[in-house]
């Protein structure tokens, strides 16, 4: 499986609720590298970019409202196939739908309030990343136990 770089944001409600650490913690004991994190107040200008292709629908202006509303972690994972592997482990959009032993699944019950953005594929996983993180932002580097997580 290819290596792949997807894009995650810990949304207000994850930081305001504690859960940064704990969201981390599960894509690192998954074997995810992090090769970019932080943490920052997300603009109008700029959610409305992340956000574009939900311009026009009837969610898009309380979306934009509340991914400004307070800080949010912003972090960029790396693995085999990490793009999909992200998205299962958020779980599904909607929370009746959110399996348990997801993030949304074990800490969300509401669809607006549901604690974690990832890309959703590769052309948006690019966009996304560049959008927020500069190249210089980004590290490259070996773990010691690269070994075991990952087959050639
Ligand atoms: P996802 O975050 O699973 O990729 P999405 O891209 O369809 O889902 O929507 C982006 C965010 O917008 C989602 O995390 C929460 C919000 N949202 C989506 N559908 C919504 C709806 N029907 N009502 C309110 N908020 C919604
Ligand atoms: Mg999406």
Known sequence: MATERTLIIVKP???QR?????VLARFEARGMKLVGLKM???TPELASRHYAEHQGKPF?????AHITSSPVVVGVLEGPGAIAIT???MGSTRPAESAPGTIRGDYALSVGL?????????DAAQREIALFFSPDELVNYTRSNERWLTEE
């Open 40 to 42: 920052m107040q997300i």
């Open 87 to 89: 998205r299962a482990m």
């Open 114 to 122: 549901n604690i974690i953005h990832g890309s959703d594929g590769g």
């Open 13 to 15: 409600e994850g930081v």
């Open 18 to 22: 504690g859960l940064v650490g704990e």
């Open 60 to 64: 898009y202006e309380g979306l934009v």
